[in-house]
């Protein structure tokens, strides 16, 4: 990658470890909570960090006109039209419904066992993407998901440790 693009690749690494680390922290401390309510923290959480993350960078890349990812996303602001506008409020409610779910999964299940689940989205991600933009994965894109999604089904279905045994060495 390009020296400009390089730094964008810590974004979707650092976004994998705070999304473990929120559905961590919904199973060790949501116990008392109700669903709604975490998931409404949780979410508020994201666009705090969002905003704050746009403040930074956005002056620092105002004048960046490169294509790809990063072309996208630092491309100016232009308002949506009404059918676009409807379209992103109708993803607020089926977002927030989804996102509610998945905390109950979290609380309700090993988290093991559901992170696993969540490669599904995997699939729709190949699905929408052929449909609605017309790629394919790459044969390297096939590759890491494979990889990822067996070590998903390895860890739901190894047999647990003993516990005895990890005390004694």
Do not use: K
């Not at 693009?5 to 922290?25: D, I, K, T």
């Not at 002056?59 to 630092?74: A, E, I, K, N």
């Not at 991600?125 to 999604?149: Q, R, S």
Request: aromatic share 12%; proline share 8%.
């Amino acid at each position: 990658p390009s020296g400009d693009m390089a730094w964008a690749l810590v974004l979707p690494v650092g976004a994998a470890l705070f999304y473990a680390f929120g559905q961590l922290a919904v199973r060790r401390i949501g116990q008392g909570i109700a669903t709604p309510v975490i998931s409404w923290h949780q979410n508020t959480v994201y666009l705090v960090g969002a905003i704050l993350l746009a403040s930074i960078l956005a002056p620092l890349f105002q004048d960046y006109s490169g294509g790809g990812s990063l072309g996208f996303l630092l491309r100016p602001w232009s308002v949506p039209t009404l059918h676009d506008g409807l379209l992103l409020a109708a993803c607020g409610p089926i977002a927030a419904f989804g996102s509610t779910l998945i905390v109950f999964a979290y609380r309700s299940a090993q988290p093991g066992a559901v992170a696993a689940l969540e490669y599904v989205m995997m699939l729709w991600a190949v699905i929408w993407g052929f449909f609605i933009f017309g790629d394919l994965p790459t044969p390297l894109t096939i590759v890491g998901a494979a990889l990822i999604i067996a070590s998903g089904i390895y860890a739901v279905t190894r047999p647990a440790p003993d516990p005895h045994r990890i005390r004694q060495s």
